[in-house]
């Protein structure tokens, strides 16, 4: 499916991506295998998890920059100010269950006070806001929708521009990235997932889709710091 990846352009949109779900799975076995461990290293791994995949996937997407489209086509203001809409309409349909229609209260998860107050705490808020705000709509959206929703049309990938039209890589997309929430978030992602194609097609622009997903985690995260619900995390 990944073939265009031995490539510089794929190793530039996919490794990000790749890199950040392997460390991610990395924690879930830890955490697996050293259920009942008092040390919080292998007990909560999730804790020095999201730090390192901020450094390295942070690292990688700043060593790749200058391989990555963003195709401003229509300008960068129409294009942001399209991406930023949809990502506050996004926003609204991720925190609907809990708002609106009486899903339980997400109040596990990322804790920003784990380590106590102080310089642990502050650190542990600038990592986790620069993965959730920085990190995570770069690569997200540079594999969902700078590569993959290409890729499902024409390989190699990038010789289709950015905002080409195919039902068939929209419906792919839009699912594929739910199932990459499964949980709660699955049908919150699917409609969000539509709403960035959206912006895709709308604009043609890889930079809008990821001021959508930015606004999006940007509002998600101001909304769990005032509710506490970390399950948002």
Not at 65 to 76: E, I, L
Not at 110 to 118: C, P, R
Not at 137 to 142: A, K
Not at 165 to 172: D, E, K, L
């Amino acid at each position: 499916m990944f073939g265009i990846s031995a490539s510089n352009s794929g190793k530039a949109y996919l490794g990000p991506f790749f890199v950040f779900v392997g460390l991610l799975l990395l924690g879930e076995l830890i955490a697996h295998f050293a259920e009942g461990y008092a040390a919080w290293p292998l007990a909560e791994p999730k804790y020095w998890i999201f730090p390192l995949q901020t450094l390295l996937c942070g690292a990688l997407l700043i060593a790749w920059w200058r391989r990555y489209d963003f195709a401003w086509a229509m300008g960068h203001g129409t294009a942001a100010l399209i991406g930023g809409l949809v990502g506050g309409l996004a926003w609204v349909v991720w925190i609907a269950p809990q708002e609106w229609f009486g899903a339980e209260r997400r109040l596990g998860g990322f804790d920003l006070w784990f380590f106590g107050g102080g310089a642990a705490f502050q650190w542990n808020a600038v990592f986790r806001f620069l993965r959730l705000v920085v990190v995570v709509p770069l690569l997200e959206e540079i594999f969902w929708r700078g590569f993959l929703l290409r890729h499902l049309i024409h390989d190699p990938f990038d010789e289709i521009p950015m905002g080409a039209r195919s039902w068939r890589a929209f419906g792919m997309v839009a699912g594929l990235f739910a199932v990459a929430h499964w949980g709660p978030d699955f049908w919150p992602a699917l409609i969000t997932g539509a709403l960035y194609n959206g912006v895709a097609w709308a604009t043609r622009s890889l930079g809008a889709c990821v001021v959508a997903h930015a606004t999006t985690n940007l509002l998600l995260g101001i909304y769990l710091f005032r509710t506490q619900q970390w399950g948002f995390w």
